[in-house]
């Protein structure tokens, strides 16, 4: 180990992320490498100064913004108003539209059923009434009406005479 050095080992990964293993062979090495130690000491400081710059720069956004949270909650609750909002306008344009045609459809549905039975009613009704339309419209009397036999022994009768 003494003629390898630690300074690969350094500067193949970033000091934190070292293993305990790792970190006892670089202080092994560094109790007799004067190079390697100043190495060693080197990348300790670093570590810790990359480490505070991060923490301060954390401290500064948050002193920075100290309503960022409170910002950030009133800006998502008022995209959420306008996405009520939005829903509530398509609603009051379309409601009574959408009302109407809703009724209709269930008005519809109950013609379908219930108009059925109403025919047959009718139907039997105007089995029973003697009645046609051509003698009501032309004020017809059923009685007075010829019927088909006599029409043809009228019609066959004049035909015998004439022989």
């Known amino acids: 180990m003494r003629d390898n050095h630690i300074t690969e080992m350094l500067d193949s990964k970033p000091f934190a992320s070292l293993s305990e293993t790792e970190l006892a062979t670089i202080r092994t090495h560094?109790?007799?490498?004067?190079?390697?130690?100043?190495?060693?000491?080197?990348?300790?400081i670093s570590a810790l100064?990359?480490?505070?710059?991060?923490?301060?720069?954390?401290?500064?956004?948050?002193?920075?913004?100290?309503?960022f949270q409170t910002r950030v909650m009133a800006a998502w609750r008022e995209r959420q108003e306008q996405s009520v909002s939005?829903?509530?306008?398509?609603?009051?344009?379309?409601?009574?539209?959408?009302?109407?045609?809703?009724?209709?459809?269930?008005?519809?549905?109950?013609?379908?059923?219930?108009?059925?039975?109403?025919?047959?009613?009718?139907?039997?009704?105007?089995?029973l009434v003697p009645y046609s339309a051509e003698s009501v419209v032309l004020d017809q009397n059923d009685n007075d009406q010829v019927t088909d036999d006599q029409v043809l022994s009228a019609i066959y009768s004049d035909d015998d005479e004439g022989r």
């Open 49 to 67: 100064l990359i480490k505070e710059r991060a923490d301060e720069a954390v401290e500064n956004s948050l002193n920075a913004n100290p309503f």
């Open 86 to 127: 939005a829903l509530r306008r398509l609603w009051n344009a379309t409601g009574a539209l959408v009302t109407t045609m809703a009724a209709t459809t269930a008005a519809l549905a109950v013609l379908t059923f219930v108009a059925p039975s109403s025919d047959t009613t009718s139907q039997t009704t105007a089995a």
């Open 30 to 44: 560094v109790a007799g490498c004067a190079s390697c130690s100043q190495a060693y000491d080197a990348a300790q």
